[in-house]
Nanobody, 127 residues
Framework: QVQLVESGGGLVQPGGSLRLSCAAS????????IGWFRQAPGKDREVVSC????????YDSDSVKGRFTISADNAKNTVYLQMNSLKPEDTAVYYC????????????????????WGQGTLVTVSS
C-alpha cells in the first residue's frame, strides 16, 4: 500500500519558518506529480505547491509565491515544503499528495487529481 507520511508541523509565530517533510513508501519518481494541499478550519482544501516529475516544473498558489518552496530529494523518497514568512492565514492542516497519472498544470489545483494522500500535519501560525 502506497503511503505518504508528513512531518514537521507545529506552532510558529508570524514571520517564522517551518519545513514540512513528506516521506513516500515508494520512489517519488514513480509519481507523475507530488505536492502539498492544505485545509484551514471551515474551508475547502486548496493547493499549495506541486512539482512535476515529468519536466521538473513547479506550481505555487498565488497565496504562497515567494514565501514557500517545494523541493524533492528523490534519493530519500522525500518531498519538502519550506515555508518562510508565515502568516496567521497559513494556519491549516497540510497534506502531502501524489498522483501516478499524467495531469496538466491546471489540474494540479484540483484535490481530485491526486489519488494518494497523507494523513496531514497541523501548522499553526500564532503569536
Amino acid at each position: 500500500q502506497v503511503q505518504l507520511v508528513e512531518s514537521g508541523g507545529g506552532l510558529v509565530q508570524p514571520g517564522g519558518s517551518l519545513r514540512l517533510s513528506c516521506a513516500a513508501s515508494r520512489s517519488t519518481l514513480d509519481y507523475y506529480a507530488i505536492g502539498w494541499f492544505r485545509q484551514a478550519p471551515g474551508k475547502d482544501r486548496e493547493v499549495v505547491s506541486c512539482i512535476s516529475n515529468n519536466d521538473g516544473s513547479t506550481y505555487d498558489s498565488d497565496s504562497v509565491k515567494g514565501r514557500f518552496t517545494i523541493s524533492a530529494d528523490n534519493a530519500k523518497n522525500t518531498v519538502y515544503l519550506q515555508m518562510n514568512s508565515l502568516k496567521p492565514e497559513d494556519t491549516a492542516v497540510y497534506y502531502c499528495v501524489a498522483t501516478a497519472w499524467p495531469i496538466t498544470s491546471a489540474s494540479m489545483t484540483l484535490p481530485q487529481a491526486f489519488e494518494v494522500w497523507g494523513q496531514g500535519t497541523l501548522v499553526t501560525v500564532s503569536s
